[in-house]
């Protein structure tokens, strides 16, 4: 019980002025008294193929339009030869394979002429002095005659690698070939070329380059260092593939898991939503190759030890662009696609999804639990067919939860609406989106101090502060809205009991090819880094603890009086309290924290801090900039007493003996 003369006492504390005239605050924590679990999975990421974040971003493939299926066959490449003679390139269509049909075919005439071609790369191609490419082709031919003759140049058009392959097979089958080669140099924007040596004609398909230092060093994988930095929030939870990508502009277009798994060169290429979406950030380059399909995402959310969590499309195309419905009689197919993605990740080898999984390498299962129905989904129209797909996996997955839209805003009429039906339909999870000014981070800490405990738990799926305006291009990833946050997340772990899961939106975005800001993580062909906003959801997630515990600054939750957002737990596992407060003045705050507990205390208090000028960014000069520090302190008594700098993010760890 937290008596009453303590929260007297402790109110006229937290207003006063230490001697020094500087303004004091008194906090009491009462780890006797938790109130709360705090779900395993709390602190997760969002991931959408948005901002080059996984073809030219995450997944490691060097060449751009690799199998000539963008709308422009030859978008990427460039010919090269003195005087290409007519029929030199030939793009031809397939008919055996309906998912990838084209490939080039290239004759060649022989030196002194030669011919080749040119790949951009996805804004050049990041390469590392040293460090092995993979090339691959696939390619037919009736008689060997060409021998490809690959090299690496820098922007001068200096070589920085090569090597030679000769195809070796004939045919009419499709051969595949690879051949590995060191660079020589460190080129942020290298090109690809390949020289088609000797006589002949050959047919070639999916050329393709990767670096040899991919995650876990897998064969045309991800990008190590993106990865680690996501393996590094030690996240509990990955969501994928979005986003509004789930949706599609149209239905033709939207995301459909099936065809993205499966041999790479039959997954079918799709233009990708976010080339079009903005003019003044239009991205024609921009398609979804599926290299990195959705066994690759159950596959990385094993690696980082995140619990999966796809999102499907529920038969509607996104309502800002085509509205697009599937009529409710022929969801049928959207809805056996959630059926069988559940089959996929966790159904025996016997059954045909079960059996692919294996095939791609993973016979155990992948061990699936939610499922979202629907992105920014709103209306009528979103709930009735909610509704079906609910019915449906409720009846065969009873275990399997169901996480649902409350569309694209966090309060108003459609958000209203949807909030009253999706109780009423008793949903898992409300799945809420908020990408709002800092201000409102700030005046929104209590949010959840109100909502029903006993009703469906609270998935804050997408969230950022924009410091200019939602989708502007004029939002930053600086301290002031990433402060915005840590305040912010203060309200969500104290309420952990309702808010279950939580990502910042989006992910990731390449420095080169972004559409939207701001982000978590930037890259570019070379280096990745994490924005303040990434340390702070960092250090809430290694710092999530198991049970909320109160903590009160006078006799009120710290919320944004006076400037002090704080929140605490206890972490049963490492028998520690973790402590969570911002200081959201300019000017520094004397803090004295109380820990109430009958148990002892070691005396070193670990503290790690963050703070920085408000307009203070990371960047890939200076990806450090903004990080958080630790220091040592020393508990008096039970106390800890410390300034709390001007804008700042402090976690303090206390063990208990
Ligand atoms: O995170 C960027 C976009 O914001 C997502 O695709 C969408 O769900 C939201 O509108």
Same mark, same amino acid.
């Given at each position: 019980m937290f008596i009453r003369s303590k929260l007297l006492g402790a109110l006229i504390l937290s207003c006063a002025l230490s001697l020094s005239g500087q303004e004091k605050k008194s906090f009491i924590v009462d780890v006797?008294?938790?109130?709360a679990e705090v779900s395993p999975n709390m602190w997760g990421v969002f991931f959408e193929d948005?901002?080059?974040? &996984?073809?030219?971003?995450?997944? &490691?493939?060097?060449?751009?339009?690799r199998s000539f299926?963008?709308?422009? !066959?030859?978008?990427g490449w460039k010919r090269l030869g003195?005087?290409?003679?007519?029929?030199?390139f030939l793009v031809l269509s397939r008919k @055996?394979?309906?998912?990838?049909?084209r490939f080039l075919r290239v004759s060649s005439s022989s030196v002194p002429d030669k011919v080749g071609l040119q790949n951009e790369g996805f804004r050049g191609m990041g390469v590392k002095q040293g460090l092995h490419y993979d090339f691959s082709i696939l390619y037919r031919q009736d008689a060997p005659g060409i021998t490809l003759h690959m090299q690496l140049v820098d922007t001068a058009g200096v070589v920085i690698g090569e090597s030679t392959l000769k195809p070796s097979q004939t045919g009419t089958a499709w051969q595949k070939q690879q051949v590995r080669f060191r660079a020589t140099k460190t080129e942020p924007k290298a090109k690809l070329v390949i020289w088609f040596e000797g006589k002949g004609t050959l047919d070639v398909d999916m050329i393709s380059l990767f670096p040899e230092d991919t995650w876990k060093k %897998? +064969?045309?994988?991800?990008r190590a260092d993106m990865v680690q930095l996501l393996a590094d929030m030690k996240p509990g939870f990955i969501r994928f593939p979005g986003g509004c990508i789930v949706e599609g502009r149209e239905l033709a277009t939207r995301f459909q898991w099936?065809?993205?798994?499966?041999p790479i060169e039959d997954r079918q290429l799709i233009v990708n /939503? #976010?080339?079009?979406?903005f003019k003044h950030r239009s991205? !024609? @380059?921009?398609?979804?190759?599926?290299?990195?399909?959705f066994f690759e995402y159950f596959q990385l959310a094993e690696d980082i030890g995140a619990e999966p969590l796809p999102i499907l499309n $529920?038969?509607? &195309? $996104?309502q800002y662009n085509t509205a697009e419905l599937v009529p409710l009689e022929d969801l049928d197919e959207y809805v056996q696609d959630a059926l069988d993605l559940i089959a996929f990740a966790n159904?025996?080898?016997?059954t045909k999804w079960g059996k692919l999984r294996a095939e791609m390498?993973? +016979?155990?299962?992948?061990?699936?639990k939610m499922l979202g129905v629907g992105n920014e989904n709103w209306g009528p129209q979103y709930i009735e067919r909610l509704e079906v797909f609910k019915k449906a996996l409720n009846e065969k997955h009873p275990d399997i939860k169901i996480v649902a839209s409350s569309g694209t805003? !966090?309060?108003g009429e459609r958000f209203d609406f949807l909030d009253k039906e999706l109780r009423r339909l008793k949903v898992d999870f409300i799945d809420e989106h908020y990408y709002r000014s800092p201000e409102w981070f700030l005046s929104h800490a209590? /949010?959840?101090? *109100?909502? *029903? %405990?006993?009703g469906p738990k609270i998935f804050a799926g997408e969230y950022a502060a924009h410091t200019d305006r939602? &989708?502007?291009?004029?939002?930053k990833n600086s301290w002031k809205a990433a402060i915005a946050e840590a305040a912010f997340l203060t309200g969500l772990e104290r309420n952990a009991e309702v808010v279950k899961m939580a990502s910042y939106a989006p992910l990731f975005a390449h420095v080169d090819g972004w559409? #939207?800001?701001?982000?978590l993580i930037w890259v570019d062909n070379l280096q990745a880094y994490g924005t303040p906003n990434y340390q702070v959801q960092k250090l809430y997630s290694t710092n999530k603890g198991t049970k909320v515990i109160p903590i009160h600054m006078g006799d009120e939750?710290?919320?944004?009086?006076?400037?002090i957002y704080a929140s605490a737990v206890l972490d049963d596992k490492a028998n520690e309290v973790i402590v969570k407060v911002v200081n959201h003045n300019s000017h520094p705050v004397e803090g004295n924290f109380s820990i109430q507990t009958k148990g002892r205390l070691t005396k070193e208090v670990e503290h790690i801090l963050l703070a920085a000028g408000l307009e203070e960014e990371n960047s890939i000069?200076?990806?450090?900039?903004v990080r958080p520090s630790t220091e040592q302190l020393i508990l008096k008594g039970k106390s800890i007493q410390t300034d709390l700098s001007p804008y700042s993010f402090h976690i303090f760890k206390i063990k208990m003996r």
């Open positions: 006797s008294q938790p109130v948005i901002n080059l974040g &996984a073809d030219g971003g995450i997944y &490691a493939e060097l060449v751009k339009n299926e963008f709308a422009d !066959p030859f978008m003195k005087n290409i003679s007519e029929g030199t @055996d394979k309906p998912n990838n049909p %897998r +064969p045309g994988g991800l099936k065809k993205t798994v499966g /939503r #976010w080339n079009t979406e991205t !024609p @380059d921009y398609y979804q190759t599926f290299g990195l399909g $529920c038969g509607m &195309a $996104c159904g025996d080898l016997h390498g993973h +016979p155990a299962p992948f061990n699936l805003d !966090p309060e209590n /949010r959840y101090d *109100d909502y *029903d %405990r006993k939602t &989708a502007g291009t004029g939002n559409q #939207w800001t701001p982000d939750v710290p919320s944004g009086q006076d400037g000069q200076e990806p450090n900039k």
